[in-house]
Structure formats: structure tokens, C-alpha cells
């Protein structure tokens, strides 16, 4: 969904607050946000960390990969203590996934028993999430949680970090929206006012515009919920240059475009990229970043393109890779981007697909209500767990059907899920390979899906907004 905005200002209901850069508001939206709903992330969005293993699994395989043909050359370097930082670390499945992978693969112990794995968060209730993952308690030893920002690491001293993780961070990282007109470079400003039908549930109006305001959590939580209700005016005015991080780079990009083009500049991303080219070690083994974006200087030229969306009240911004390859290379650093499945699939040496994308392949993606969308999704699940996929991991899906759907239809679906393998599939943002997808074609088929509709998936390039794989190190691999 796109953010609301609204244009007429005769029409809006009570103000929020007042107008600042966007990338002021997301910061604020962001400790509010994870501050009421951090335990309850997954009910918003999901990634391709928060259940699957596939993700952990390949990162995994290419750390020790790499990893061991770093020792062929130093053979001398192997007591060292190995320092991997995971970013934005969420509920703690992908460092789960990882560590129990390394594990499996180092079968002469020589990189497993030295690693320190740092799970770093800005929010402490998802920090608590992770700290009670049943799958990282195996690993209690090897792993520490810090309550910070990337941009509170000042403890860590420069060249101690070996490798560094983040899954759907950047896009959540303070975010600027700029533009050019008439010779000057201009900044979105947004304001926040609440939805009119929701102005009777709060008869305190300065109570709760001095606790959004204060980002007093504790007497937020004792109010009706609200953030989902907010509606955005919006308008523009002249950047002060002094205050643009990396400002001579960002103005030169902006120049590549049309005037009046709205960009997003991912300010919070190129202070990781900065942070993370200190603390990495002149042979570490790079910055892995994943998320939603776009490389493609025709999409960034685009004025209708989505900047950006409101997912539980919060925004979620479009990751512009091809300016973050110029901050990267600026700050020192050697990059390469990617589409995020060439990744894991290449790693894990199997032509993957996300379930998403099976979903999304059927030609006749039921229209009549959710509750008919839901019972495509379980009964897709169900083909293709019944075809023999097997997750390493023990999960159980969790598929909330929506409410309205029929009672017997209701009945059938949780009896489907009811039964499905602890080893099933977990998500439905999860990675299937070629051979577990093409194994079950004839289930598939009965449902509805085409075989060459399912190969054309399978093969499809990456979209012109997609989620990608960037990488930056020391070396050039």
C-alpha cells in the first residue's frame, strides 16, 4: 500500500505533529513501531529469514567456503577469534540457520569453535525475541546480543569484524526523498494526521499528541491502537547542503535524472556502508546486505514509482542499490549486486524459487475473496510438502485464514494444516527448489498451475525491482 496522502488540507482531520524530512519521521515511526508491535513484527511482513532456512543455510556455505580457502593461504591463523555481526537481527532464525550450518560443515572444527556472533537490534523487544529463539540457544556460547544502532559501535575497535549480515535492514535505515527543480535539489517533508474516524477513540487529544510526540511507549500501549490510521500530508522545500551525508556524490547521482523525479537516497544505509568498511578486517570477509530494490537507473527515472510503502504504520522505503554502489566504492570498498535467488541458489547449488513465486505463477489467482487465496495457498503447501520436502529445521506454519471465511471451507484448511510435517515448509516467504517444485507437477496441475507457467518462473530474470544480494569487502572475488 502507498503511503496515504492527503492534498487537500480543508479535508484532514486533527494533526499528529508537524512537518519534518521524511527520514525524521521514519526514525521516529521506527521507536514507536517496534516500541508497541516489536514482539508481533511477523504479523506485519515477513522475510526470507523469519521462518526459512534456505537463506542462513547458503550464507553459511559461502562463509565456510571462503572461509577455509583464507586458511590455504595462512595456515598459521587458525586460534583467531572470528567476529560475524548480524544487523538488524529480527527474531534470531538466521543466525540460527547459519550457526547450526557451520557447525554441520566444519567437520575438522576449524572455524565453528572460533566464531563470536553478535546480533545487533535498535529495538530491544525484538532483541528479546531473539534472545528467546529455542534453535540459538544450542549455540549460547558463540553468540552475543547488543541493544544498539549501527551507528552506536564505537566500542568496536577499527579491523575486528570478519563478516557482517543484514536481511531487510536498509529499507527500515533513515531514507531522504529528493528531487531537482529549477537548479535547486528538494527535500520531502511529511506531517502526520490521523484518520477522522478514528478521532472519537481518543477524547484526549494533547495526551496523545504529547506521547506520540514523547514516543512514550508505556502510555502509548494503554491507547487504542493507531499507527495503521495515519495519513501523510506532504510538500517540499530546498535541502540545506552542509546537512547531506556524502552530499557532492548524491548531488552528481541526482544529475543522472530527470528534474522533478522523486529519489530515494538511503542515507541510513550509506552510514552502514561506512561503518561497516571500519570495523571490517583488511581480509574479512565482507558486508552482505538483502532487501527490496532496484539497480535499474530506468525504474529510479520512473515519477510514478512506489519510494515508498506503510506496513503497520510503518515506512518501508525502496533501496536504491545503484547510489549505494557509488557510496560503497567511495568509502573503499569493493561491490557486487545481485539477485538475491542467484545467490542462495548458486551457493546451495540448486535452481530456487520462492514459494511467493509459485503462488504467483498459477493463471487464475482466485479473485473472489481472501479466504479463496488462502485455500490456494494451503493447498499449495500441502502438494508440495506431500512431494517430499524436508526442512533441516523444525517449524511450524503459521497461516492466519481470514475471517471471513465459510465455515466448511474453515473446517477443510485447518484440517490441511493440521496436518502438515513439522519439516514443512514455514513460510510463505521461503526458497523451494526446481526439483521439489517440478517433483509434484501433477498435484500442482490439479490445482490449477501449468507446467510452463512454472518453468517460466523458474527461469524468469529479476525484476526490475526485486530483492538483491549487495555485497562489499576488502577483496575482489
Not at 506485519?44 to 586458511?71: C, I, K, N, P, S
Not at 500501549?221 to 495503521?228: I, T, Y
Not at 541458489?345 to 514459494?355: D, E, K, P
Not at 524468469?460 to 569487502?473: E, L, T
Request: hydrophobic content about 40%.
Amino acid at each position: 500500500m502507498v503511503a496515504q496522502v492527503a492534498e487537500n488540507e480543508e479535508s484532514l482531520p486533527q494533526l499528529l505533529g508537524e512537518f519534518s524530512p521524511v527520514d525524521v519521521w521514519q526514525r521516529h515511526l521506527n521507536t514507536v513501531f517496534y516500541g508497541l508491535q516489536g514482539d508481533r513484527v511477523q504479523e506485519f511482513y515477513q522475510t526470507f529469514a523469519a521462518a526459512d532456512y534456505r537463506l542462513g543455510y547458503a550464507l553459511a556455505a559461502d562463509y565456510v567456503e571462503r572461509a577455509r580457502q583464507r586458511l590455504s593461504t595462512r595456515p598459521g591463523t587458525t586460534t583467531d577469534p572470528l567476529t560475524i555481526m548480524e544487523w538488524g537481527c529480527g527474531n534470531g532464525n538466521l543466525a540460527a540457520c547459519f550457526l547450526d550450518r557451520v557447525q554441520a560443515l566444519d567437520r575438522d572444527a576449524v572455524l565453528y569453535p572460533r566464531l563470536r556472533y553478535v546480533l545487533l537490534d535498535a529495538s530491544e523487544t525484538v532483541l528479546d525475541g531473539a534472545r528467546d529463539n529455542a534453535d540459538l540457544a544450542r549455540h549460547r556460547e558463540h553468540v552475543q546480543f547488543v541493544h544498539a544502532a549501527v551507528h552506536d559501535l564505537q566500542s568496536y575497535r577499527d579491523g575486528s569484524v570478519d563478516r557482517i549480515v543484514c536481511n531487510e535492514l536498509w529499507s527500515e535505515l533513515p531514507t531522504k526523498l529528493l528531487l531537482r527543480k529549477a537548479g535547486d535539489v528538494m527535500e520531502e517533508y511529511i506531517r502526520p494526521n490521523l484518520k477522522e474516524t478514528r478521532l472519537e477513540d481518543f477524547p484526549d487529544w494533547a495526551g496523545l499528541i504529547h506521547l506520540f510526540e514523547k514516543a512514550d511507549i508505556a502510555g502509548l500501549k494503554r491507547l487504542p491502537a493507531f499507527l495503521e490510521d495515519l495519513v501523510w500530508e506532504r510538500e517540499y522545500r530546498t535541502v540545506v547542503a552542509k546537512d547531506m551525508p556524502f552530499r557532492r556524490l548524491v548531488m552528481d547521482f541526482l544529475k543522472l535524472f530527470d528534474e522533478e523525479v522523486l529519489m530515494p537516497v538511503n542515507t541510513g544505509a550509506a552510514t552502514v556502508l561506512k561503518e561497516a568498511n571500519r570495523l571490517m578486517a583488511p581480509d574479512a570477509l565482507g558486508l552482505s546486505s538483502f532487501d527490496a530494490g532496484t539497480m535499474d537507473e530506468a525504474v529510479l527515472n520512473d515519477p510514478d514509482k512506489p519510494c515508498y510503502n506503510v506496513v503497520g504504520g510503518q515506512l518501508s522505503f525502496m533501496v536504491n542499490f545503484a547510489l549505494l554502489e557509488d557510496v560503497a566504492k567511495q568509502v573503499g570498498g569493493h561491490v557486487r549486486v545481485e539477485p538475491q535467488k542467484e545467490f542462495v541458489g548458486r551457493t546451495l547449488g540448486a535452481n530456487v524459487m520462492s514459494f511467493m513465486d509459485v503462488l504467483a505463477s498459477h493463471p487464475a489467482v482466485p479473485r473472489g475473496g481472501q479466504w479463496e487465496v488462502d485455500r490456494l495457498i494451503v493447498q499449495t503447501i500441502d502438494a508440495v510438502n506431500a512431494g517430499g520436502y524436508a526442512s533441516p529445521c523444525e517449524r511450524t506454519i503459521a497461516l492466519p485464514l481470514a475471517p471471513e471465511t465459510p465455515d466448511e471451507p474453515r473446517r477443510e484448511l485447518e484440517r490441511l494444516l493440521a496436518r502438515q510435517p513439522g519439516h514443512g515448509i514455514a513460510d510463505t516467504v521461503a526458497y523451494v527448489t526446481e526439483d521439489e517444485v517440478l517433483s509434484v507437477m501433477d498435484q500442482l496441475e490439479a490445482l490449477g498451475y501449468e507446467r510452463h507457467g512454472i518453468r517460466h518462473a523458474l527461469m524468469a530474470p529479476p525484476r526490475s525491482v526485486d530483492y538483491f544480494h549487495f555485497w562489499m569487502g576488502p577483496d575482489t572475488r
